[in-house]
């Protein structure tokens, strides 16, 4: 069955870009002159998807009016001329069938994929995190279909990290079977430096089938009252084969300054428009 839709979990605070996510979303941060959130939709119609499932919460608004038509916007681009700017505007809310499910309390990752149950339906489904931005010719979405295509079974993105990093991340071990994908049998969340099986972490790009449902709902709240999808993942595991497929490209962990910060100039750099000039910038910022 084709995977035709995509479940975008947004609802978080984003706490570690405070002040500046007080009063605005941190899926609406620009990476040069795209917010996180169009990338991630990007990742998904590379791959074939139609419908984006948002997962919302308090103060999202933002993202809504983003893929929304603005005809006000449009109306004054064209008074100034700019047809070619209103064809892009209108683009965005074109890009694919957009819906919004609200998660009325902060319940984990788990639980706000849960929320998408009724709209998915019975046909497996992606999820993606906004947090994780690949840089590749092939989106990390369309990487894992390949892979269900193949096997018509559940398969999640992972990365090698570093040992000292492996408690940042839910962490699996498996069997390869092919260049980059594994049969996965074992997955733990956040272990401590030492007793983690591997350092095969899951990132923010999944494939599911449907009975991943089944085991949101049975999975019990952790110690901070939140359902972990990596403990679902586990139970789904012992009923049916899950793969993993190590990611092509690079990954920015745009959840932290740091790795924000690193994307925006990496992808900077690629700007036609702007890689000339930015680039001499740093090299003059070096000098200092």
């Known amino acids: 069955m084709k995977v035709r839709k995509a479940v ?3 609802a978080g605070f984003g706490t570690r870009f405070l002040p500046a996510t007080k009063s605005s979303s941190k899926e609406m941060l620009p990476l040069v002159d795209k917010p996180l959130i169009h990338y991630a939709v990007e990742d998904a119609i590379d791959a074939g998807i139609e419908q984006i499932i948002f997962i919302t919460g308090r103060g999202k608004r933002a993202i809504e009016d983003y893929f929304d038509i603005s005809f006000e916007l449009e ?3 064209k008074a100034q001329g700019k047809e070619n700017l209103v064809k892009e505007m ?3 809310s074109n890009m694919a069938d957009f819906v919004y499910i609200r998660q009325k309390e902060p319940k984990g990752l788990g639980h706000a994929v849960l929320r998408a149950k009724d709209v998915v339906g019975n046909e497996p489904f992606a999820v993606i995190l906004a947090d994780d931005v690949i840089q590749n010719g092939k989106s990390g979405t369309k990487q894992l279909v390949e892979v269900f295509e193949r096997y018509n079974c559940s398969v999640i993105g992972l990365e090698e990290v570093d040992p000292e990093e492996v408690s940042s991340y839910g962490i699996v071990s498996g069997a390869g079977i092919e260049e980059g994908v594994f049969k996965l049998d074992n997955f733990v969340e956040k272990p ?3 007793k983690a099986p591997s350092n095969l972490a899951i990132i923010g790009r999944y494939i599911f089938t449907p009975f991943i449902f089944e085991e949101l709902e049975k999975t019990k709240p952790g110690a901070k009252g939140e359902i972990q999808l990596t403990d679902a993942i586990a139970t789904l595991s ?3 084969v899950i793969y993993g497929k190590t990611m092509e490209g690079k990954r ?3 959840g932290n300054k740091l790795g924000f910060l690193q994307a925006t100039i990496e992808f900077a750099l690629n700007d036609e428009n702007l890689k ?3 680039e001499k910038y740093l090299k003059e910022v070096v000098k200092c």
Do not use: A
């Open 8 to 10: 975008l979990p947004v």
């Open 75 to 77: 109306y004054h681009l």
């Open 90 to 92: 209108r683009k965005i």
């Open 192 to 194: 401590k430096k030492g």
């Open 238 to 240: 012992k009923k049916e």
């Open 252 to 254: 920015f962990d745009c």
């Open 276 to 278: 000339d000039e930015f």
